[in-house]
């Protein structure tokens, strides 16, 4: 294996590019992130494209081309989340105690640094039993257009590893989720007559009653292996114009946790149904404003098991495992493409004030990676 290339520095390189997600503003916040994936793969014998997805921002494909007919495919992001409130400089990485530091140097920048480093390891010698694609993409921390212009490339690969940080760890299962706002209505009125009349507050509260109890209920019985039960929990709720006013709309919003085979939409036309069959008038269920789809691939597949050799080879937990979070290996997923999601650094440090990854996650991943990328993992059947 080639030594030439420092993935410490790598990741370091990338923390000083700013790539803060621009949430709903038209800005080409990563183009820079994916400039500089391009120039370095190109410099490291592997051909590279910027495809826009939208707003002047671009996802990064490379490409190195191997022996077999197969493509796999690496996804990782190429934005983070807001910098504000960090206590360790966000796009000065510094390295203190074996961790480096830095606004992304763990979500998801140490992850991309490990895959492009694994890439060139692999140009640099061989044998490659099939063609790797590396694809950077946009916006996966706030709307997932990246991972949804990426299903449109026409790659149809054998299997895809997304790059999170797992701690190490092989993801093969996580959830999906829906969230929608419910409303309720009362006629209103002054506060001293509140006889007779439906007070939108207080009908939310039955709501929240119901969904709290005999809804969840029924969920706590569906319980799925890695990941447990599907959940449902009030988030936030909002009513009444006065304290001397007899509130005429209530809003509160759940965050439903889904598994795999709900469908999120199938889950919320669902509850509708039955929230409206208990109260016919004066309630509204809007269209969910989120929707994210649950992650359950089978640990019989090709990949999951030359993964899992590939981390008892190098001593580290062959396990699979599932978390609660979201990834872009659901979006994949939907394609029919077996995923596993896999990474350096823990979970727990992304998005944190002093996220960090440490060096040693940087390495190790590495050489899991690179032996991964050299075994065949053919389609074998079924995919
Ligand atoms: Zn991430």
Known sequence: ???????????????????????????????????????????????????????????????????????????????????????????????????????????AKGPLAVFLAAMADLAAAGPRPYTVVLVGVVDEEHLYRGVVALRGYGLDPVGAIVGEPTSLRLVTAHKGCMRCRITTRGPGGHSSEPWGKTNAIAFAAEVVDHLAGEHAARLDEDVRPLVGPPSLAVTMIEGGSGPNVLPDRAVITIDRRTVAGEDPHEVWAALRAELVRRWPEGLEVAEPHVVDYALQTDPDLPLVREFSGALAAAELDPGVYGVGHGTDASKIALDAVPCVVFGPGSIAQAHMPDEYVPVADLHTARSVLVDVLRRPLSRGGSR
């Open 1 to 107: 294996m080639s030594l030439v290339i420092d993935v410490v520095d790598l990741v370091s390189r990338m923390v000083r590019i700013p790539s803060i997600n621009p949430r709903g503003r038209p800005e080409p916040a990563e183009t820079p992130m994916a400039e500089f994936v391009a120039d370095w793969a190109r410099a490291h014998g592997m051909h590279a494209e910027l495809r826009e997805v939208r707003d002047g921002r671009y996802n990064v494909v490379v490409t190195l081309p191997g022996d077999g007919p197969e493509t796999l495919l690496l996804e990782t992001h190429l934005d983070t989340v807001e910098v504000d409130g960090m206590s360790v400089p966000a796009h000065e990485p510094d390295v203190r105690a074996g961790l480096l530091y830095g606004r992304g140097a763990c979500d």
